[in-house]
């Protein structure tokens, strides 16, 4: 089993709609969790970092359940803009594990 | 800011040769990492580094890879020989790490590298 792993998608979604994706990772003692977001042809950027009670960004809204070891991404009310590939990274001790990503392809 | 810089942002080679990326990130930043891109197999971490010293490079290649920071605003990535599976987007990027964990990472642009 893959220590990170994530849907390759694709997501294609109405513009407006709500949508969401998980990703998974095997190692119980993970640190700390991000979402990335790449466009095509481009390098990686922060979107934002999962906390342990959850985190909102606007439209966005990031959750860890350690439980189950998994962070999830929602994206509300979703814009031509969103479309993008979303990677989730993995913090374990000196270790930075990238999900493989979500290509997301919001249609208007 | 400039942001994290890297040179060239393409390169095609033939096999056999040397390739060098460089690398320079963003100034202040205590950390840097080098990643490979590909479609079968997305983002690989390489190496990377804390204060100009190598932390993890567990995920080098080979012998082929090697990677070097002589200072806190330069690094290099070298492959010798290149060979055709080592076509890939490398990426290298930084960020600013304390002891309260890892911030953000700031991505260069890329270099596209293709060896026939």
Known sequence: RKEVEQDPGPFNVPEGATVAFNCTYSNSASQSFFWYRQD????????????????????????????????????????????????????????????????????? | DAGVIQSPRHEVTEMGQEVTLRCKPISGHNSLFWYRQTMMRGLELLIYFNNNVPIDDSGMPEDRFSAKMPNASFSTLKIQPSEPRDSAVYFCASSLETFQGPYEQYFGPGTRLTVT
Not at chain 1, 45 to 54: A, C, I, Q, R
Not at chain 1, 65 to 83: F, M, T
């Open chain 1, 40 to 108: 095509c042809r481009k390098e990686p950027k922060l979107l934002m970092s999962v906390y342990s009670s959850g985190n909102e960004d606007g439209r966005f809204t990031a959750q860890l359940n350690r439980a189950s070891q998994y962070i999830s991404l929602l994206i509300r009310d979703s814009k031509l803009s969103d479309s993008a590939t979303y990677l989730c990274v993995v913090y374990r001790d000196d270790k930075i594990i990238f999900g493989k990503g979500t290509r997301l392809h919001i249609l208007p």
